[in-house]
């Protein structure tokens, strides 16, 4: 099972159950529960989740709610900065228009081999210059057009996945100022 949506929340047990319940009146019950921790919670849903977040970013507009940010995911790779290349490089370099201005966000660390074979952990900085790399665009830091957004989750208790999302960057606004 992966998902393909991030929705972050105020932190509480009572603001995870709001959280659940406003979800699922606003979508009808057709997100699937995949998994949770901290203030986050992952989804999977059959329609495009970019039009998903839409749907509900517009419902809770103006209403009170404990969600942060309803984030749509592109692809889930491994945490690992190899694996996050292939998919920008496959997948989302190919996505981004001539023209267009971009810019990227990593939240979490991804991984990388050293000489040893061992994986550690990357500083954010090399990770998002070599994946900027991939993308033949200008950087805007400003005011991008488009966000290659990269998120490190944790998914089914202790294991780690890597979102990766195309995102326009109304996407990545709070849901409610």
């Not at 057709?30 to 509900?56: F, G, N, T």
């Not at 267009?100 to 954010?124: I, Q, S």
Request: hydrophobic share 40%; with cysteine.
């Amino acid at each position: 099972m992966t998902f393909s949506l991030i929705v972050t929340h105020e932190p509480g047990l009572d603001n995870y159950r709001w959280v659940r319940n406003q979800l699922r009146q606003i979508t009808g019950g057709k997100l699937r529960y995949v998994s949770s921790y901290q203030s986050v919670v992952l989804y999977d849903v059959d329609e495009d989740p970019h039009e998903v977040a839409a749907q509900i970013r517009r419902a809770l507009k103006g209403v009170g709610t404990p969600i942060i940010r309803v984030i749509p995911v592109d692809y889930v790779a491994e945490p690992e900065i190899d694996e996050v290349c292939e998919v920008v490089k496959e997948f989302i370099a190919p996505k981004v228009p001539e023209g267009v201005k971009f810019r990227v966000t990593l939240e979490g660390h991804l991984l990388g081999r050293g000489e040893d074979g061992r994986l550690r952990r990357l500083h954010t900085i090399d990770s998002v210059r070599r994946v900027a790399a991939l993308i033949d665009r200008p950087v805007d830091l400003e005011n991008p057009d488009v966000i290659l957004f990269i998120k490190v989750v944790r998914y089914m208790r202790w294991r780690r996945k890597a979102a990766v999302s195309l995102l326009k960057p109304e996407e990545l606004e709070r849901v409610s100022p």
